[in-house]
């Protein structure tokens, strides 16, 4: 029988655990994947010296665990990732990883215990580089569409200032290496 094209440790959800709300997510390796995960209750967590400390712990935990970050951005009770998980990890591997740890964080922070994150996620793996590049616009854009800003660039929770560029430029080596 030939491996699962979805990766080797896809598990269909069959009985009551697939009428659970969470989605379903597909692993299919070290590509991008863009992720929606609200706060509990959907709370608004992510603003001032809080939101500097989610980001803050976002690329604590990138340097700790190697996945890379193309773009992303807090919004007050939410978030969006361009994620792109580390080598051995799946998507939810990943997101376990940086919900738990800025989780963690933010509830040192506020010296309180509790949910930060709504269970789950959503995610979408672009299909072009034309799609690639619309997440991103769309991400970077959410704080002016809310009307938290004017420019994208001046969000202080986003990756609107550039940078994420190098885990941008990152990602495409990557892709040179694992083709060539």
């Known amino acids: ?73 807090l919004m007050p009770d939410h978030a969006h990732f361009l994620v792109v998980p580390a080598q051995n990890f799946t998507i939810s591997q990943t997101m376990r990883v940086i919900k738990g740890g800025i989780a963690r964080r933010v509830n040192s922070v506020r010296g309180r215990e509790g949910s930060v994150w709504q269970d789950g996620f959503r995610d979408s793996a672009p299909k072009s580089l034309d799609e690639l590049h619309a997440y991103i616009s769309y991400i970077e854009h959410n704080p002016v569409r809310a009307g938290l800003v004017r420019n994208a660039e001046t969000y202080a929770f986003s990756s609107a200032d550039g940078r994420c560029e190098d885990d941008y430029q990152a990602f495409f080596a990557l892709e040179r290496t694992d083709a060539g």
């Open 1 to 73: 029988m030939p491996p699962d094209p979805r990766g080797a440790g896809f598990q269909p959800a069959s009985g009551e655990e697939s009428r659970l709300r969470r989605p379903e997510h597909y692993d299919l390796g070290r590509i991008p994947y863009f992720v929606t995960t609200r706060t509990h209750k959907s709370e608004r967590i992510f603003v001032d010296s809080i939101a500097q400390t989610v980001v803050d712990e976002l690329f604590e935990l990138r340097g700790k665990y190697g996945f890379l970050i193309p773009s992303f951005v």
